[in-house]
């Protein structure tokens, strides 16, 4: 997979801070999403905290890597023979979604199962994901369309 791909995509789709900001829902995050945990020595820092482009690209490969095991999780060993494209697509919409709600697309999952990935592509349109993050979803799909 390609990490500096997935990350300069990724910083696009969900954006990127190199400081202590409250996510949606209020929570503390850093760089590209991170929820910071318990475990990051971020914990209790106070909004606006600066955080450093090697932290949040440390953070970034963390969570990637999560997304990469819950992928594999989902769709079993087949995912790691699909093309390149079709995981990183794949990843970035786990990234996105979490194992949880990209598993109830079960019709795009079963397109994916058979590798037709124009079905799955139509599948991943008909969803509330596609209407939610439409430019992003798109995107993703059309590249998925073109393996």
Request: aromatic share 10%; proline share 2%.
């Amino acid at each position: 997979m390609r990490m500096n791909k997935l990350f300069e995509e990724l910083k696009q789709d969900e954006g990127i801070k190199y400081e202590v900001y409250l996510d949606h829902l209020g929570y503390r995050t850093l760089g590209i999403g991170h929820l910071i945990t318990l475990n990051d020595p971020e914990w209790g820092s106070q909004v606006g905290t600066p955080v450093s482009e090697e932290r949040v690209k440390e953070c970034f490969e963390k969570d990637v890597d999560v997304s990469i095991q819950e992928c594999n999780a989902l769709y079993g060993s087949q995912f790691r023979s699909w093309p390149e494209e079709v995981q990183e697509i794949i990843v970035n919409m786990m990234f996105n979604l979490g194992r949880t709600r990209l598993g109830k697309f079960k019709n795009m999952r079963a397109a994916l199962t058979e590798l037709n990935w124009k079905q799955a592509a139509v599948e991943g349109r008909d969803s509330r994901w596609y209407r939610q993050v439409t430019n992003r979803a798109e995107r993703l799909m059309r590249r998925l369309e073109r393996c």
